[in-house]
């Protein structure tokens, strides 16, 4: 999962005044360290909120400036001067929303929650400014008259769309209604993912005694003792849960009944009852959404996301989703009939049910392919699979070099930082690395920027990855899943998309791309995690550094289709509840959210027991908050990926040549020009969709006759 700023403001020297008060402030100044990256070790919670009051006013101030100059609009004296405000709110937006979600504590998230009402305030004013827009939208209706590069022409035509989704063409009365809802929706997504953070850290999982365990590792029941330790329940054992639905431990547990109070817990959190409940959250958030759609001409919340998406609309959606769920449904059936069949082989006496399926999953594969993870993860360990996988792989098409410096400060001690340089030897940016799971840390995976890419501010990025690995005993090794080490290629592919960025303006930097667009380029980069050259270079046993022998490898490979029915039918189940919510009007929400999910997975003929959605309405943070009406973007750039993947395959597979096209045409471009226009530049046609029903083993699977799934309701 892509994390974003709540108000894009550029990257910009501040003013030389600032008020006596806020001198020793270290967020007023930019940064003098190499490449202006955070001095982590200087700011203090205590210096954040004082620097958002004063970046608010000084981008007000701005924005006035621009809106009342007696002269007649100018790219320049507009636009331009647009894309340099906001300088300190920017640096501090950056770097406190990174924080909250990496290391976030009580005081930060009492600064969230009085942040987050005021900075949706602070960008209604300015996108509710009259006079602002006016010149903006003189530009626009004269842009081909201005003698603009398309970059700058693209700017402007950007600039007018945000505003006018932001409401600027309202009524006062409407502007208004707008304001409030924006604020209290601001705060309502807040809470939302505070409660999921607060709930996933008090609902671990605690165990008392070693013989349940059994099916872990040693490693990680003597991690599961230290977190025992560590919450004050000495002699026992503790499991935290992570985000999503599913949890690690399923696949080895052998205890039935651990596993299913395991999943039980997983599945509750947020919808029984107490201070982290988010049923009510989610019913007011979800009118509230509605609400502000309809204020802006559209049906339903999904209608206005989808129209500034490559999607571009709910039936597009809906009918992508009809035409993919079915398939995926019948090959979860197949996978659990495999897998009951198993059950009965051993007189398990029981129906197959969520809680069992990773189990029996492992057991199913190791039949099948002679091997299980357990198997894997000894060639799998984390410097291995960074240096001479993720790295290597990025060395080998785009000839940069990585390497680890331990100089400049860190907001957690686990957190790493490397130098990236370009195939000239020039420094391209700084990468942070922070991999292990914590308490503070929200859950999932996700790319993020302390400093954007600008040739207009001559800057250079400083991106993060954050994994929620978790992390082992002192002294053992960190041994990773397949899943998440694709997951660390993933994510690199996010950095990589920032770390190439060769744009003018801040606001096309990067990541700064439209929603369903943006996790393609690291859903592409996945592909190197099986690239057979680079497997090869980074599968090696952490104790003997012998590669993984050849069987095991080519076993590894022919496994990759494996069990992905049940991987679509979660995903696809959680993608059709994000858009059963977001297609409500106004006058269509429902009382009951758990009654509404069932309702919503049923008509979508995605409620099979076995196979739960990888987030609950009461967890599901992408749906409310920033992927909000956008989850299917997963899967849907997931087509992108893999026609590029037969691209690279048709082409000559990985080399310098193919990485620097695809460096050159796509992620350099960031989000300067048409997403489609942009893809279709680098593969030479558009997106087809028989590599990803190939991709996935669906391209043989046929949907079934009778419970074909219905567009999600609304």
Known sequence: MLLLSIVHAAETSPSDSQPTALTGNPLLQESSLVLHYPLFDKIKDSDYEPAFAKGMTDQLKEAETISSNPRPPTF????????????????????????????????????????????????????????????????YENREKLGLDPQSKWLIERYYKDFVRAGAKLSDADKAKLKAVNTESAALETKFAQNVLKEKNADSVVVEGRSELEGLSPNEIDAAS????????????????QNTTGQPELAELKNRALRERIMKMSLARGSHGGEWDNRSVVLRLVKLRADHANL??????????????????VGTINKWLADLTPAGVANARREASDMQKLIDQEQGGFQLASWDWDSYAEKVRKARYSFDESQIKPYFELNHVLFDGVFYAAHELYGITVKERHDLPVYQADVRVFDVFDADGKQLAIFIGDYYARPSKRGGAWMSEYVSQSDLL?????VANHLNIPKPEAGQPTL????????????????????????????????????DFVEYPSQANEMWASWPEVLKHYAKHYKTGEAMPQELFDKVLEAQK?????????????????????????????????????????????????????????????????????????????????????WFKANGGMNRKNGQRFRDTLLSRGGSEDAMKIFRDFSGHGPELEPLLKRRGLNEISAPSTGEAEPPSG
Do not use: C
């Open 480 to 515: 990773l899943t397949f899943d998440e080490v694709t997951t660390a290629f993933h994510e690199f592919g996010h950095g990589l998309h920032g770390m190439f960025s060769n744009v003018k303006y801040p606001r096309f930097s990067g990541t700064n791309v439209l929603q």
């Open 226 to 241: 230290v977190a025992a330790k560590e919450d004050k329940k000495e002699g026992k054992f503790v499991l935290p849960l």
């Open 562 to 646: 494996f069990n992905q029915g049940f991987n679509m039918t979660e995903y696809m189940a959680a993608t059709l509840l994000d858009q059963a919510w977001h297609q409500l009007s106004p006058t269509e929400i429902p009382n009951d959210v758990l009654k509404f999910e069932a309702d919503a997975l049923h008509k979508a003929g995605v409620d099979f027991a076995p196979v739960p959605p990888r987030y609950r309405t009461t967890y599901f943070s992408h749906a409310f908050g920033e992927y909000s009406a956008g989850y299917y973007s997963y899967v849907w750039s997931e087509e992108l990926a893999a026609d590029t993947v037969e």
């Open 458 to 462: 001559n800057m250079k990025p400083v």
């Open 76 to 139: 320049e004296n507009t636009v331009i001067a647009l894309e340099r405000s906001g300088a300190l709110l920017g640096r501090v937006n950056q770097i406190f929303f990174n924080l909250a979600s990496a290391n976030t504590n009580p005081a930060l998230q009492k600064v969230e929650n009085d942040m987050a009402p005021k900075l949706a305030a602070h960008a209604d004013a300015i996108h509710l400014n009259a006079p602002l827009f006016h010149r903006i939208e003189t530009l």
């Open 296 to 313: 802006l001409g559209f049906a339903n919340y999904a209608a206005f996301k989808l129209d500034d998406e490559t999607a571009h609309d």
